[in-house]
């Protein structure tokens, strides 16, 4: 069993009433990155040793803490958008009901949960618990799977940015690029390698309808979202938020927005995802058999973040579609049927594993990697 405070510097870790949190000594953040990853236990290893005090290096300084917690403080009760993908067969109004819905939330939020979507909630529901299974297993097995190189199929570890975010994230992360070369079924983890080869194949067909219906919103051909590929590839990934002995001190994931076509996330009933919206914080709370979607500036990316907590282990399960680092010339830009004279491109084209590349360069420390590739402004 790892013992933090030996293990990593002897020392304990204080906080003080400063502007930012201090060590009783200096803090050597590199050691403690290296020594906490080559125990290849993540978090939950943290947590099953039984530490009361978490480790430096998952601190946000405590004037970053203040003016995210001054956000909750005021968190919106607002309802997020729900729409009933029910009933859309043969039946044209309705369908045009549904388009419109997914407009306006796209337009106006950038984010909306959906029901009746087609996937059995007993699937739904087995895809988290076998998640939970992967955690739960003894770290010697999960180690097999540990790894920071993402040109491997599957890859288990926290923070994919460790050595290079301000701070690490209360997660560890199982993920799994499913399309469009899914890995062997070998290859998969064996306590929840059916679950996710069938959620796979579900999350699948449920994207190319979700495309259809943004296509619709965007004014285009139905399949013209899919005609170009967006659907193409496929990574899901398995958050493990374990229950945080000092939430008030960091994040389950920082503030961001996602680096993909289009995200619909499962989570579990134990709450934590937040959305901005007007400058506050709305909480995504958890509806059984709903699933969250996140989407030129015609639909907004939201912004999101998990907030830590006492309570856990909290389970996600976000499914990306995107090419992520797959090597492709394919360049994506502003849909050229949507532009004008009086609406000229804001963005130029770049290839999906630039646009990555970008983004891991910048990190999530808030800021938008989007901007990188915003055209100048002509008079």
Known sequence: MLNWDQEISGKKMVVTSSDEAAPAVKCDRATELKAFDETKAGVKGLVDAGITEIPRIFYISISDNHIENSSVSGVAQLSVPVIDLGGLTGDSFRRKEVVDRVREASEKQGFFQIVKHGIPECVM??????????????????????????????????NNDLYSSPSVDWRDTLYCRMAPNPPRPEDLPLVCRDILMEYTKQVSRLGILLFELISEALGLNPNHLYEIDCAEGLNVLCHYYPPCPQPELTMGATKHTDIDFLTVLLQDHIGGLQVLMDNKWIDVSHQPGALVLISNDKFKSVEHRVLASRMGPRVSIGSFF??????????????????????????????????????????????????????????
């Open 125 to 158: 529901e087995e895809m988290i618990d076998g998640v939970r299974r992967f955690y739960e297993q003894e770290t010697e097995v999960k180690k097999a799977f540990y790894t920071r190189d993402f040109t491997k199929p599957v890859v288990y570890n926290t």
């Open 322 to 379: 995107t090419t992520g680092i797959m090597p492709t010339s394919k360049l994506y830009g502003p849909i050229k049927e949507l532009l004008s004279e009086n609406n000229p491109p804001k963005y130029r084209e770049t290839t999906i594993r630039d646009y990555l590349a970008c983004f891991r360069s910048k990190c999530l420390d808030g800021t938008s990697a989007l901007d990188h590739f915003k055209l100048p402004k002509t008079e």
